[in-house]
């Protein structure tokens, strides 16, 4: 196994000790559905040194070239920007101190479109290489949508890269992907044919 699968072997294991990733347990998801695996991103964030400790884990995977391409990291809000932020400062410290200084890009929430990018960040990202991450991918529309906020403003998407994919992208964008944990989980189940229950496994509390 490579430095790297081990890296990311560690951290699926730490997802679970920081309780961001519940495998095995019987979820009640208040929609009619139950299921064995729940995901709870905003443990992530509740100690900012987990973030940190991730956001290096994260910085360990993904490819050299990427990273000494890297002129601003960005991500949507909330946890998106949070790890953009953190990796973009983690980053400087890896690099020669000579260099320009790492940017930084937050995407907005919009009640309309997804997510917007201001113009402030807009001129921050003109010409630039950007490295596009989130806490979690699920679908993969919403890096889509940053990607086209970026291409919008100038610059140009050279990777994107989240702590876990959750294996369900519809959309693929041209650059890469890379993620430091990977699971998909088990279909869940409408509550009348949940095997869990009929087992008579209590219900998990998260
Ligand atoms: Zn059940």
């Known amino acids: 196994m490579s430095r790297k699968d081990d890296r990311r072997e560690k951290a699926l294991q730490d997802l679970q000790e920081y309780h961001v990733l519940?495998?095995?347990?019987?979820?009640?998801?208040?929609?009619?559905?139950?299921?064995?695996?729940y995901l709870n991103p905003h443990q992530l964030f509740r100690y900012p040194s987990t973030i940190w400790r991730f956001a290096q884990d994260l910085l360990d995977v993904l490819p050299a070239s990427i990273?000494?391409?890297?002129?601003?990291?960005?991500?949507?809000?909330?946890?998106?920007?949070l790890l953009a932020h953190t990796m973009a400062g983690l980053l400087d410290s890896r690099r020669d101190i000579a260099g320009p200084p790492t940017l930084f890009a937050p995407f907005t929430a919009d009640a309309n479109s997804g997510h917007g990018l201001s113009r402030f960040y807009q001129q921050q990202v003109k010409g630039k290489k950007v490295l596009l991450v989130d806490d979690v991918r699920n679908t993969g529309q919403t890096l889509e949508r940053c990607a086209a906020l970026v291409k919008e403003a100038g610059g140009t998407v050279i990777a994107t890269a989240q702590i876990y994919d959750r294996m369900e992208a519809v959309v693929h964008l041209?650059?890469?992907?890379?993620?430091?944990?990977?699971?998909?989980?088990?279909?869940?189940?409408?509550?009348?044919?949940c095997p869990l229950c009929q087992s008579g496994q209590p219900i998990s509390t998260f």
Not at 174 to 193: F, G, S, W
């Open 22 to 37: 519940m495998l095995n347990g019987h979820f009640d998801f208040g929609n009619g559905y139950h299921g064995k695996v």
């Open 67 to 81: 990273l000494d391409a890297t002129d601003v990291v960005a991500g949507p809000v909330t946890g998106g920007a």
């Open 174 to 193: 041209d650059a890469p992907n890379i993620a430091l944990a990977e699971y998909k989980a088990p279909e869940n189940y409408p509550v009348a044919q």
